[in-house]
């Protein structure tokens, strides 16, 4: 009898796969996502969703991943996106060892003391101690200033813009996050000297543009361009810029990226100077960078508990094709045909016509993945000249007539603009303004970021860090004082002194 109703099933499924599928999906499968993205379980959801959709594999060292090519492959388009616009300011490409002898780091005490806590030593060869121990670079500043030193004699040196495609070291912290908070990570760092301090100025302020414009537009992450407070800015800069994101469901920020004016900070320092026309001088520089903890904000941005969502700019894939019901000839050509001219029109393009697995499981696995557009053809399709698309960012289902691909760019670009809409309206949502440090409180308690008149003085920050921290509650500190027009009313006073207000705030608990 048991053996009589599997056959049934089986034929079932075989006339109507899109009804397994149903089934398959109704009910929680060890292969889809069981964590909510709702509720405190947000970090579980996102271990488990880099895992599943095969971004991410851990590795033996706590803090260490494996990139795996799916997550490499959204890597390397932010970095080609992010090279060109770079290479067309001028900016060149380099590399510098990874390792840093002690002596070089230590030179500049105030950077070294920002870092200090991270930094990875090297210490044997072998069975042998090294004589010096040698540092894992956290970042580049002390390795490549004095050589910045050799190679600039004169104005006609200058400009000079480097930049380079590294993996970092930075080993101190506690719970680690994929990302987010890792003990290695990719990124572009820009080194950059310059005779005036106001090209200087200009050309960090043009690089957090860029940071701005990718997260936007190749990600749709809406992100707060601001400047870092004295206590938040980077060791040994004059000034920090950064673009913030944020992810309500955690009622926590993410610096995404940053650009600093060194001033001439480092150049005194390093004795990097410049014969100009009124005598010598020493050079102005900037450093800026952004990592593979940009991949973290979008996936928290976008991700829902089916898996993956991601923006067609960024996907690897941006169309799958899968062939449904019973292997047919003529199915199958016809997926073919669709997918090389999908391929022609520049659309990342995947035919899966894999006989090994059951269309229901293929929908599973690329919507886990996030591919923005799924297209699926059987003889029913066939025969009325359609196509039954899926759209991952809303999961809606409709046909669509075969003449109406021609249209795939467009559907692309009408996507990308719809999940950057619904993300934006996501962060303005959880903005509120604070006037008193109880209204402040109660919003951060909320998962909400607070916009606050604030006096920007070091001891208030400190000590809003202490009034701010309730229980296991991370503390909350100022995320970035924005480029927007201030606006703020004469006598306004700060929020947790009542001192003068100089401008208005963001503050929240972050990463």
Same mark, same amino acid.
């Given at each position: 009898?048991?053996?009589?109703?599997?056959?049934?099933?089986?034929?079932?499924?075989?006339?109507?796969?899109?009804?397994?599928?149903?089934?398959?999906?109704?009910?929680?499968?060890?292969?889809?996502?069981?964590?909510?993205?709702?509720?405190?379980?947000?970090?579980?959801?996102?271990?488990?969703?880099?895992?599943?959709?095969?971004?991410?594999?851990?590795?033996?060292?706590?803090?260490?991943?494996?990139?795996?090519?799916? *997550?490499?492959?959204?890597?390397?388009?932010?970095?080609?996106?992010?090279?060109?616009?770079?290479?067309?300011?001028?900016?060149?490409?380099?590399?510098?060892?990874?390792?840093?002898?002690?002596?070089? $780091?230590?030179?500049?005490?105030?950077?070294?003391?920002?870092?200090?806590?991270?930094?990875?030593?090297?210490?044997?060869?072998?069975?042998?101690?090294?004589?010096?121990?040698?540092?894992?670079?956290?970042?580049?500043?002390?390795?490549?200033?004095?050589?910045?030193?050799?190679?600039? #004699?004169?104005?006609?040196?200058?400009?000079?813009?480097?930049?380079?495609?590294?993996?970092?070291?930075?080993?101190?912290?506690?719970?680690?996050?994929?990302?987010?908070?890792? #003990?290695?990570?990719?990124?572009?760092?820009?080194?950059?000297?310059?005779?005036?301090?106001?090209?200087?100025?200009?050309?960090?302020?043009?690089?957090?543009? !860029?940071?701005?414009?990718?997260?936007?537009?190749?990600?749709?992450?809406?992100?707060?361009?601001?400047?870092?407070?004295?206590?938040?800015?980077?060791?040994?800069?004059? /000034?920090?810029?950064?673009?913030?994101?944020?992810?309500?469901?955690?009622?926590?920020?993410?610096?995404?990226?940053? /650009?600093?004016?060194?001033?001439?900070?480092?150049?005194?320092?390093? =004795?990097?100077?410049?014969?100009?026309?009124? *005598?010598?001088?020493?050079?102005?520089?900037? /450093?800026? *960078?952004?990592?593979?903890? /940009?991949?973290? !904000?979008?996936?928290?941005?976008?991700?829902?508990?089916?898996?993956?969502?991601?923006?067609?700019?960024?996907?690897?894939?941006?169309?799958?094709?899968?062939?449904?019901?019973?292997?047919?000839?003529?199915?199958?050509?016809?997926?073919?045909?669709?997918?090389?001219?999908?391929?022609?029109?520049?659309?990342?393009?995947?035919?899966?016509?894999?006989?090994?697995?059951?269309?229901?499981?293929?929908?599973?696995?690329?919507?886990?993945?996030?591919?923005?557009?799924?297209?699926?053809?059987?003889?029913?399709?066939?025969?009325?000249?359609? !196509?039954?698309?899926?759209? #991952?960012?809303?999961?809606?289902?409709?046909?669509?007539? $075969?003449?109406?691909?021609?249209?795939?760019?467009?559907?692309?670009?009408?996507?990308?603009?719809?999940?950057?809409?619904?993300?934006?309206?996501?962060?303005?949502?959880?903005?509120?303004?604070? #006037?008193?440090?109880?209204?402040?409180?109660? *919003?951060? =308690?909320?998962?909400?970021?607070?916009?606050?008149?604030?006096?920007?003085?070091?001891?208030?920050?400190?000590?809003?860090?202490?009034?701010?921290?309730?229980?296991?509650?991370?503390?909350?500190?100022?995320?970035?004082?924005?480029?927007?027009?201030? =606006?703020?009313?004469?006598?306004?006073?700060?929020?947790?002194?009542?001192?003068?207000?100089?401008?208005?705030?963001?503050?929240?608990?972050?990463?």
């Amino acid at each position: 009898l048991l053996k009589g109703w599997i056959l049934m099933l089986r034929s079932i499924l075989r006339k109507n796969p899109r009804r397994g599928y149903r089934k398959y999906s109704q009910k929680k499968h060890l292969l889809g996502i069981q964590q909510s993205k709702e509720g405190e379980n947000i970090t579980n959801w996102y271990r488990e969703v880099l895992q599943k959709a095969e971004i991410i594999e851990y590795y033996d060292v706590q803090g260490c991943y494996i990139l795996r090519p799916w *997550g490499f492959a959204i890597w390397e388009h932010i970095q080609k996106h992010i090279d060109g616009i770079i290479k067309d300011m001028g900016v060149q490409n380099t590399y510098f060892p990874l390792f840093i002898p002690k002596d070089k $780091l230590e030179t500049e005490e105030t950077h070294l003391e920002g870092f200090s806590p991270e930094v990875a030593w090297v210490t044997k060869a072998g069975k042998n101690d090294l004589h010096t121990p040698i540092a894992i670079r956290p970042t580049s500043e002390t390795s490549m200033y004095p050589y910045f030193k050799k190679w600039i #004699r004169s104005h006609r040196d200058l400009p000079m813009k480097l930049n380079q495609w590294v993996n970092v070291v930075r080993w101190e912290f506690d719970h680690p996050l994929p990302f987010i908070r890792s #003990r290695e990570f990719l990124w572009q760092e820009g080194h950059t000297a310059f005779s005036n301090e106001k090209d200087a100025i200009q050309e960090m302020l043009d690089i957090l543009n !860029v940071y701005h414009s990718t997260y936007e537009k190749e990600m749709a992450v809406p992100t707060i361009k601001g400047y870092k407070s004295n206590m938040e800015r980077f060791a040994g800069a004059v /000034s920090t810029t950064t673009v913030e994101a944020y992810i309500p469901e955690i009622g926590r920020a993410i610096q995404a990226g940053t /650009s600093h004016h060194l001033g001439q900070n480092f150049s005194k320092i390093f =004795n990097i100077s410049f014969e100009g026309k009124d *005598g010598s001088s020493y050079v102005y520089q900037n /450093s800026w *960078g952004l990592s593979t903890r /940009s991949l973290g !904000v979008m996936i928290m941005c976008h991700g829902d508990d089916k898996g993956l969502v991601l923006p067609p700019k960024i996907a690897p894939i941006q169309v799958v094709i899968i062939p449904v019901g019973k292997k047919d000839p003529e199915v199958d050509e016809k997926c073919k045909n669709i997918a090389t001219a999908l391929k022609q029109e520049g659309i990342r393009t995947k035919l899966d016509d894999d006989d090994h697995n059951t269309p229901g499981f293929k929908f599973n696995h690329w919507e886990l993945k996030g591919v923005p557009i799924r297209l699926d053809i059987g003889k029913r399709e066939l025969k009325n000249n359609q !196509v039954s698309v899926f759209t #991952r960012f809303d999961c809606k289902k409709y046909t669509m007539h $075969l003449d109406e691909l021609k249209n795939m760019h467009k559907m692309l670009g009408n996507i990308q603009e719809a999940m950057l809409d619904k993300a934006t309206e996501k962060l303005s949502t959880s903005i509120f303004e604070a #006037r008193d440090f109880d209204k402040f409180m109660e *919003g951060i =308690n909320n998962k909400q970021m607070a916009k606050v008149p604030w006096c920007q003085t070091d001891v208030c920050e400190s000590n809003i860090k202490l009034m701010s921290k309730a229980g296991d509650k991370r503390v909350s500190k100022s995320l970035c004082i924005p480029m927007e027009e201030q =606006n703020i009313p004469d006598g306004t006073k700060c929020f947790a002194c009542d001192e003068k207000a100089k401008g208005w705030t963001y503050f929240g608990r972050s990463f």
